[in-house]
Structure formats: structure tokens, C-alpha cells
């Protein structure tokens, strides 16, 4: 459990360095207000036309009775809605990323300059860089939308759905999301999607302590602009203990990590 804390470290940690780095904070907001502008009016968007597809889509209750319909069909929308902001939340990432890919990649540059030792560079051209980013973001998104169909659906259940439920769904959002921000620092160093996947997973503990925190933050409007560069800067630390020789203490201070994990993998739903 102690990776939780360490995980959330990092995260501090990030926005830390940016907040010392004041040129890099302010040119990393002109991708996020970007992108958050687009979501913005995509959800706006939804918003309006939620109840006209739950009515579009559910012709059955066309003839239910006082309060019944309303009730239902009010439900099915909060739920379309609930699961537009959960694509949102695990996209904005990753659109945001890929807007802002020539400023991130040098932000992660500095960031493992300033701690020392070797600076990785993947010596591609911008131009794969962003195909290899575009790429491996719709992968994971289809994967993202595997859970999002699932957790819907779960969603019906009394109780549960209403319960349990919300919190696996922040735990995958969380998970994601980190990997989307590591992908940066890690894209750099070679580490394709497969294995980046894979070691998130041998330290998941420490993954959704740095993911999860930073997934609630990003259901408060404008919050997500101001801490991306922080959450890349803090990525790519949490990226120098992730590849730190195993056995050997990590480049930034803190407890001893600790391998979490369970048996629930975020890599494909049922594996």
C-alpha cells in the first residue's frame, strides 16, 4: 500500500518541478486550453442531446405512465452523460499530449536533465513521433472503450452500480491516464506499447497512487490545463524509478517502492 503514497509523490513532485520552472508551466497551457475548449463543446453538445437519444433509443417507453418514464429515461441520460465524461477524462490525455507533443517531449528532456544521469532520445523525426503517439493512443482508447461499455452496463445493477462500480471505473480511468503520461517519457526510450503496458501493471499500486488523485483533479473545469505540464514533468519522474535496475533505489527520494498489484489487469477486459 506504501506505493499509493509514493505513486501520489510523484504527482507533487511534478508539479513541484514545473512550478520552479515557470517558462515551462506557461507554454504548456496554450495545448490544454486547446483541447479543453474542444471537449468543452462536445460535452455541452451532449448535454443537449442526451435525453433525445435515451428517448430515441428506448421506443418501448413511449407509453409507460407518470413517473415512471421520466424516471427511467432520467437515469439512462445521467448515465450517457457519466460515460461521455469518462471518455473525456481518459482522452483529454491523449489529445492533449498529441497537440502538444513537440513541447512535452522537450519538458520531459529537461525534466531528466535536471535529475541527472543519461537523457534518452528516441532520434526520430517529429512526424513518427506523432504517428507512433496517435497509434498506440487509439489502441489503448479501444481498450478504454471495452471498460467504458462494461462498466456501463454494470452500471444497471442496484447497488452495486451504484457503489462499486464508480470506484473500479476511477481505478481504470487512473490507470490509463498514467499510462498516457509516462508514454511520453517512455516513447522516448524505446518501450512500445506491450512492455509499457506491462510494467505499469507490475507496479500498479504505485501507478493508480500517481493516476487516480490526478483523474479526480480532472473533473474540475480549467483544472486538467493548469497541472498537465506538472503531470508530464511528474510521469517522467515516476518513469526514472519504473525503469530503475530492480534492487536498486530510484532517483527520487522516498520509501522503498513496493510492488502492488492484484489480480485485476488493466491491460484487456477478463485478462
Do not use: N
Not at 35 to 48: C, D, E, F, R, S
Not at 139 to 157: D, H, K, S, T, W
Amino acid at each position: 500500500m506504501r506505493d499509493l503514497g509514493v505513486g501520489f509523490g510523484y504527482l507533487v513532485k511534478g508539479q513541484r518541478w514545473v512550478g520552479r520552472h515557470g517558462r515551462w508551466l506557461g507554454f504548456g497551457l496554450l495545448p490544454g486550453l486547446i483541447t479543453l475548449l474542444l471537449y468543452a463543446g462536445a460535452l455541452v453538445g451532449l448535454g443537449y442531446g442526451a435525453d433525445d437519444f435515451v428517448g430515441w433509443s428506448t421506443p418501448f417507453a413511449d407509453g409507460w405512465s407518470s413517473p415512471w418514464q421520466g424516471l427511467f429515461r432520467g437515469f439512462l441520460t445521467g448515465l450517457v452523460f457519466a460515460f461521455g465524461l469518462f471518455l473525456a477524462v481518459i482522452t483529454f490525455t491523449a489529445v492533449t499530449l498529441l497537440v502538444g507533443q513537440p513541447f512535452y517531449e522537450s519538458l520531459s528532456e529537461q525534466v531528466d536533465r535536471s535529475e541527472g544521469g543519461e537523457v534518452p532520445e528516441s532520434g526520430l523525426p517529429l512526424w513518427r513521433e506523432l504517428w507512433i503517439s496517435a497509434r498506440d493512443s487509439l489502441r489503448v482508447l479501444l481498450r478504454v472503450a471495452l471498460y467504458g461499455v462494461l462498466l456501463f452496463a454494470l452500471g444497471f445493477i442496484p447497488v452495486v452500480g451504484q457503489t462499486a462500480v464508480p470506484v473500479i471505473g476511477f481505478c481504470v480511468s487512473g490507470f490509463f491516464l498514467a499510462h498516457e503520461l509516462t508514454a511520453v517519457a517512455l516513447q522516448r526510450r524505446g518501450v512500445a506499447l506491450k512492455d509499457r503496458l506491462a510494467l505499469l501493471r507490475a507496479r500498479r499500486l504505485l501507478v493508480l497512487g500517481f493516476g487516480v488523485p490526478l483523474t479526480l483533479s480532472f473533473l474540475v473545469p480549467l483544472v486538467a490545463v493548469f497541472l498537465m505540464p506538472g503531470a508530464v514533468a511528474g510521469a517522467t519522474l515516476l518513469v526514472r524509478d519504473l525503469m530503475a535496475p530492480r534492487g536498486e533505489p530510484g532517483p527520487a527520494p522516498g520509501p522503498e517502492p513496493v510492488a502492488g498489484g492484484g489480480p485485476l489487469s488493466f491491460d484487456e477486459p477478463g485478462r
